[in-house]
């Protein structure tokens, strides 16, 4: 609990508007959910106006200044366009990736940043064009799996209006918690990592959750429990 008169802990959580954004995924709303649990747990949540240059801006802040936890929810520039679209941007979420803080990550976001090999290693995999994609948006039957982790503890299977995301590429590193069912195949659809340390250190923690398309997702209570979970696991000390 945080005491009385201290700063509570902050979120960053950058959503798909401008360069980020794109006609499929209504960003306001799934980030307007998002900051919902972020508060929920705590947290005290800042959405700025630019992706590229909140990023940049955490190339030179100092580390007792930086965000608690940063939260990622865009979508991928459009072609030919660079991703992150600045070096100093890239900088910023190098820095991230390779530091001791949490990362969350949500839906479309695994599409972005293709331009940041250290983006698919911190996040535990990635969409991959030409191979990546979705079943037509509906009724989405999803599988926890109850050994994987505090993070589903409670959580039965649940069913909810989603995009199902296939054929991911994925590192064998990430721990799966829920999978989808698609051509006779499981596809992870919500998975945690815990990241190599590139220094002394050790390394942080990711939660992907590759669902969340719109804010019907967001209705869902097992869905929600297991993002507050998640939350939980990756700002515990």
């Known amino acids: 609990m945080t005491a009385a008169g201290a700063a509570r802990p902050t979120a960053?959580?950058?959503s798909g508007t401008g360069r980020y954004?794109?006609?499929w995924h209504p960003f306001a709303d799934t980030?307007?959910?998002?900051?919902?649990?972020?508060?929920?747990?705590?947290?005290?949540?800042?959405?700025?106006d630019d992706v590229d240059t909140a990023?940049?801006?955490?190339?030179?802040?100092?580390?007792?200044?930086?965000?608690?936890?940063?939260?990622?929810?865009?979508?991928?520039?459009?072609?030919g366009d660079p991703s992150p679209g600045t070096p100093g941007a890239a900088a910023g979420l190098s820095r991230w990736l390779a530091s001791e803080l949490p990362l969350l990550v949500s839906h479309s976001s695994s599409t972005s940043f293709t331009d940041l090999p250290a983006w698919e290693?911190?996040?535990?995999?990635?969409?991959?064009?030409?191979?990546?994609?979705?079943?037509?948006?509906?009724?989405?039957?999803?599988?926890?799996l109850p050994c994987s982790g505090p993070v589903v503890s409670g959580v039965p299977n649940f069913d909810l209006l989603d995009e199902r995301y296939s054929f991911l590429r994925t590192s064998p590193d990430?721990?799966?918690?829920?999978?989808?069912?698609?051509?006779?195949?499981?596809?992870?659809?919500l998975w945690s990592l815990e990241r190599r340390s590139t220094g002394t250190g050790s390394g942080g923690r990711?939660?992907?959750?590759?669902?969340?398309h719109d804010a019907a997702s967001y209705q869902s209570r097992e869905h929600c429990r297991i993002l507050s979970q998640a939350i939980a696991w990756l700002t515990c000390p």
């Open 31 to 48: 980030s307007a959910a998002l900051a919902g649990l972020l508060e929920a747990a705590g947290l005290q949540v800042i959405i700025p």
């Open 21 to 23: 954004a794109d006609p």
């Open 206 to 212: 990711t939660f992907y959750d590759a669902l969340g």
């Open 174 to 189: 990430i721990t799966v918690h829920a999978t989808h069912t698609h051509e006779g195949m499981e596809h992870p659809v």
């Open 55 to 79: 990023l940049a801006d955490l190339v030179d802040t100092d580390d007792t200044a930086l965000p608690s936890l940063l939260a990622i929810n865009v979508g991928l520039p459009r072609d």
């Open 121 to 144: 290693e911190g996040l535990g995999g990635r969409w991959i064009r030409g191979t990546s994609m979705h079943p037509e948006y509906g009724p989405a039957s999803i599988d926890v």
């Open 12 to 14: 960053l959580l950058l």
